[in-house]
């Protein structure tokens, strides 16, 4: 398990993360979520002992990162996949890292196997592309069979099938009642793998929910309404429960109302429709308004 | 789930701060040794050593006639056939600059530091083995440099012998002395983080800073020159004093050691609050 508390990070008067607090479960993969500079790769840092934090503290299976002795075995990460010697052989590169921690040789041909680099072992890793650089780097993170994995942006510059390997190997790191916390700038990538969202906007916490209640609390359906006395069907529609907002083009979008109860209401009340449509908003939605409006949602956090 | 709750054979092997050490310098072994640079560096650094014996002693012999009284007397044949010191300086110490800040530069001192945590040990000891390895090459190259290069030097041109006062200290001083720069190149690397900036640094206090110096009037010169940190290294390898001013050998040696402990000791005390 990862636990922030007040987690926050200023690089001179720039504050890259800023007072997050949260908890990486295991048994589920968490998806990170995050426009570009919204502070993932920082957060990662900072649990990783890399960067300290300005204020806040956060931990690893309850210890600080700095203190761990052979974090191998118990955290696993990928930050960036060209973080490489390109002179150094991928089997040399995880050698040495498997070295760094007591960890057995041949499990660095266990890992090269995985993640199905066993063929170009000994190549240097200078001529890799950036997907198989990125199964190096996910070899490099399997390689103490840590229960906590962090994947920084993994599909970034993969091809399709790179894409659906990532995704099966977290879900069945995740099946395996490993943590796993995988960043991402996309939500139409996350929905697809991911179980629980933390999402981050400009360094603080936006909110903390499962990806379904995400979906069930802002991806709800709402209604287009065009009506030729739309002032007065607001007040009619607000009178049934309604949430209604007038668009400066006149259009009502409404909420909490079905488009059916809608139609009757205005048959009832002699109004004349030009429009009535039923508007799914996606997650894509969900998550632009998220970041956009910063405002914060959070669901209740589990005592 | 269960393989990595199943303890591991392995897992006796990672008891204790000398487990620890073990593996990080196992680690930095590996590393060494399997990127090219490092051996291509090492054997040009011998190969340095060794051809500055061959030139400069087969000099001496075909110019001995027209050598001064004075010339003649102060003459130093040890440290003459060592004199591939000079350059071979120049490419330890850029080793060891690039040691740190090649993985710096490609962002792969975060997969180390995330491997292991405790950043002093990691520079430590990426030091200590890299140190190890320049010490054996530089060792073997110098007695291999000091053997040709007396070889050399036959007819009227003295030569030394091993067992004559200060010449054992002066070949022996010749990889310490190395081992030293190489050290300092790993400091200067972790202090800059930056490749350009850190060969930069070393090749200012080797080469830059003796010449601004000897720019100097001559009576400041004499006083300041002795003391940096190349000139005053420089005294274990030599046997006759290159200059009336110069410090002793061990004298000298033991301030070059103390300005790599002072910037080794700034490394470590800054890279503990130091994000990477
Ligand atoms: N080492 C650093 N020095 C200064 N600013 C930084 C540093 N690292 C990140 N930042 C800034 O902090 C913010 C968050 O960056 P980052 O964590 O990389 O975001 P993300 O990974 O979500 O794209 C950005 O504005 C970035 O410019
Ligand atoms: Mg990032």
């Not at chain 1, 995985?114 to 996910?138: C, D, H, N, P």
């Not at chain 1, 009757?264 to 409006?293: K, W």
């Not at chain 2, 200012?204 to 300041?224: F, Q, T």
Request: with cysteine; net charge positive.
């Amino acid at each position: 398990m990862i636990e922030a508390r007040g987690l926050t990070k200023r690089y001179g008067r720039q504050t890259a993360v800023s007072g997050l607090d949260f908890r990486v479960e295991p048994g589920r993969v968490t998806g990170f979520l995050g426009p570009n500079g919204a502070g993932k790769s920082t957060t990662m840092r900072m649990i990783l002992g890399l960067d300290l934090p300005s204020s806040g503290s956060v931990t690893v299976n309850g210890r600080r990162y700095r203190g761990m002795v052979w974090p191998l075995h118990e955290i696993g990460a990928l930050l960036d996949a060209r973080a490489v010697h390109p002179g150094r052989s991928a089997y040399n590169h995880l050698h040495s890292l498997a070295a760094a921690n007591g960890i057995p040789r041949d499990r660095v041909d266990v890992v090269l196997e995985q993640v199905g680099l066993a063929a170009v072992a000994r190549k240097r890793v200078g001529g890799f592309s950036l997907g198989m650089s990125q199964r190096l780097g996910i070899a490099g993170a399997l390689l103490g069979d840590p229960g906590i994995l962090l994947f920084d942006e993994p599909v970034n510059g993969l091809d399709p099938d790179g894409i659906l390997w990532i995704r099966t190997l977290m879900r069945s790191l995740a099946a395996e009642g490993r943590t796993v916390l995988v960043s991402s700038h996309l939500m139409s990538e996350t929905a697809l793998t991911a179980d629980h969202l933390l999402v981050i906007g400009e360094g603080r916490l936006l909110a903390d929910m499962p990806l379904d209640e995400l979906i069930a609390r802002d991806a709800t359906d709402r209604v287009e309404v065009r009506a030729v006395d739309h002032h007065r069907l607001a007040g009619e529609l607000r009178t049934l429960g309604g949430e209604v907002t007038l668009r400066p083009d006149g259009t009502l979008l409404v909420v909490g109302v079905e488009s059916a109860a809608i139609g009757e209401l205005a048959a009832a009340r002699g109004h004349v429709l030009h429009q009535l449509r039923d508007v799914t908003s996606s997650l894509e939605e969900a998550y632009f308004r998220l970041t956009e409006g910063s405002v914060v949602y959070r669901a209740p956090v589990p005592a | 789930m269960n393989a990595h709750l199943v303890r591991t054979a392995a897992e006796g092997r990672r008891h204790g701060p000398r487990a620890r050490l073990r593996a990080t310098a196992r680690s930095e072994w590996v590393k060494l040794w399997s990127v090219r640079s490092a051996p291509a560096v090492l054997g040009a650094t011998a190969v340095v050593i060794v051809l500055g014996a061959l030139v400069l002693c087969s000099g001496y012999r075909s110019g001995w006639a027209s050598m001064s009284a004075s010339e003649r007397a102060a003459f130093d044949p040890a440290s003459t056939s060592l004199r591939g010191i000079e350059p071979a300086q120049l490419f330890v110490g850029a080793l060891g600059v690039l040691a740190v800040t090649g993985e710096y530069g490609t962002g792969l001192i975060r997969t180390t530091l995330a491997a292991t945590p405790q950043r002093a040990q990691v520079l430590v000891v990426k030091g200590l083995v890299l140190g190890a390895v320049v010490w054996a090459v530089t060792t073997a190259s110098s007695f291999g440099a000091f053997a040709l290069g007396q070889h050399l030097l036959t007819g009227p041109v003295p030569h030394a012998e091993l067992e004559d006062p200060g010449v054992l200290r002066a070949v022996l001083g010749g990889g310490l002395y190395l081992t030293l720069i190489a050290l300092f190149g790993t400091a200067l690397g972790a202090l800059s983080r930056s490749t350009p900036l850190g060969l930069a640094a070393l090749f200012g206090v080797l080469l830059v800073l003796p010449l601004m110096v000897g720019l100097l009037p001559s009576g400041l010169a004499d006083g300041i020159l002795p003391y940096l940190p190349g000139e005053a290294g420089s005294q274990v390898w030599h046997v006759m004093p290159p200059s009336p001013h110069s410090l002793g050998p061990w004298q000298g040696f033991s301030l070059f050691a103390l300005d790599v402990v002072v910037s080794a000791g700034a490394v470590l005390t800054l890279t503990r609050k130091r994000d990477v």
